[in-house]
């Protein structure tokens, strides 16, 4: 735990930067892996896209620790569970949780248990809860049935649940939205993200109010969400049995937070709408190409939905007629490196050539 060998500086988390927000008191042991203060990334491109002098930001919480924003949640999760005299977490996962989950075990010390549907988890994300030590268990089902089982051990074992339906999971995802205040002086006018079990959807509203209430900012955005079509339950609001979608990490249909996340649209006058693969796909190839920033699936359903904002008539909301000069934050919320499948199939097509410099300036196409 922090600073407790040591005397060198060490790496400040969430916990340290915004602990007056936080359910920390001074004798709760802090288990930070040097999470948050991600990049909030000025997208000039994505700003033309929106016109009428808009500025868009990327919140870029792949940078995290284990590459996802949970990360924020999980080192307020852990410490807690370790204050309360924890030695296990469980959680369930389409990948991202279980990943962070391991990762802040293994430096508390204690057991970490994740259940996952079996063959739905991105690489990446699995190969991370192996490295970590996690004791992994595949279910034949999805994440809403593995959410069940979890709340059942939780109930019944001596396990903590690091879900986000633990309070702690969502006070530690909030500083997101304090962070993105504390760089632009005040807080957005829109604010787009992927929405799955809607734990994060919930935390930044929460965010954005508190920081309000305390004077930090005048004003709160809209909210607006965005889910893959086969796997919508809040946008059709009903249950989807087998939802489907290629960004697994949003593979749900029975969300936990479903009603705070419709709180959160309806009090912000903000929306909740869909994406399809192929456009997530199409944004996710575009961040990477026009302005440097690769994400996964998930993730780019955010830049997606500001694309359907800008131009479909279809569009839950319209940024057609949006005030000139309106501040626009996307948070893409998983590193592209965890969910490479889709990439790997084009780099089928390199093919070697010869040393010489004729054929390498042939295979440049000079
Ligand atoms: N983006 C990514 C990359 C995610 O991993 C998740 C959720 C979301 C968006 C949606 O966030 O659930 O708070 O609405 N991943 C969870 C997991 C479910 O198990 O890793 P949410």
Same mark, same amino acid.
């Not at 500086?9 to 040097?34: A, D, F």
């Not at 739905?120 to 279910?139: C, D, E, P, R």
């Given at each position: ?57 990327v919140k870029n919480e792949g940078t995290n620790p284990t590459g996802s924003f949970k990360d924020r949640g999980m080192t307020v999760a852990v410490s807690k569970a370790i204050e309360r005299g924890a030695r296990a ?29 079996a063959g739905k988890i991105a690489t990446g994300k699995l190969m991370q809860a192996f490295a970590y030590g996690a004791k992994i268990v595949a279910i034949h089902g999805n994440f809403d049935h593995a959410l069940r089982?979890?709340? =059942?051990?939780? @109930? ?10 633990? &309070?702690?999971?969502? $006070? *530690?995802?909030? /500083?997101?939205?304090? =962070?993105?205040? @504390? ?10 993200? &992927?929405?799955?079990? $809607? *734990?994060?959807? /919930?935390?930044?509203?929460m965010g954005y109010r508190e920081y309000r209430t305390h004077q930090e900012s005048t004003r709160v955005p809209s909210m607006i969400g965005f889910q893959a079509t086969g796997a919508a339950p809040i946008f059709h ?130």
């Amino acid at each position: 735990m922090e600073g407790t060998t040591s005397k060198l500086p060490h790496c400040t988390g969430v916990i340290e930067r915004y602990r007056q927000y936080l359910p920390v008191g001074k004798s709760t042991p802090i288990v930070s892996l040097g999470e948050g203060n991600t990049p909030l990334v000025y997208c000039s491109h994505l700003s033309n896209q929106v016109g009428r002098s808009c500025e868009v930001f990327v919140k870029n919480e792949g940078t995290n620790p284990t590459g996802s924003f949970k990360d924020r949640g999980m080192t307020v999760a852990v410490s807690k569970a370790i204050e309360r005299g924890a030695r296990a977490i469980i959680c369930a996962s389409t990948g991202n949780t279980s990943a962070s989950a391991a990762a802040y075990a293994a430096r508390a010390g204690i057991l970490c248990v994740v259940i996952l549907p079996a063959g739905k988890i991105a690489t990446g994300k699995l190969m991370q809860a192996f490295a970590y030590g996690a004791k992994i268990v595949a279910i034949h089902g999805n994440f809403d049935h593995a959410l069940r089982i979890v709340r =059942e051990l939780g @109930d019944r074992e001596e396990f903590v649940i690091v879900n986000s339906i633990n &309070p702690d999971r969502i $006070a *530690g995802q909030k /500083t997101a939205a304090f =962070e993105i205040v @504390d760089v632009l002086g005040d807080a957005p006018d829109f604010h787009l993200l &992927p929405v799955g079990n $809607a *734990g994060n959807i /919930t935390a930044y509203w929460m965010g954005y109010r508190e920081y309000r209430t305390h004077q930090e900012s005048t004003r709160v955005p809209s909210m607006i969400g965005f889910q893959a079509t086969g796997a919508a339950p809040i946008f059709h609001n009903r249950v989807i049995e087998k939802p489907e979608t290629i960004a697994s990490a949003i593979r749900i249909g029975n969300p936990a937070s479903w009603k705070h996340a419709c709180a959160a649209i309806a009090e912000s006058r903000g929306a909740i709408d869909v994406v399809s693969d192929q456009q997530i796909l199409e944004a996710q190839s575009w961040l990477a190409k026009h302005e440097g920033i690769f994400v996964e699936p998930a993730s780019a359903a955010a830049i997606t939905g500001l694309f359907k904002c800008c131009d479909s008539n279809e569009a839950a909301y319209s940024f057609q007629k949006i005030p000139e000069a309106s501040r626009i934050v996307c948070t893409v919320t998983g590193h592209g490196l965890k969910d490479p499948d889709a990439i790997i199939q084009q780099m089928k097509e390199l093919q070697p050539v010869d040393p010489t410099v004729k054929d390498v300036r042939r295979a440049i196409g000079l």
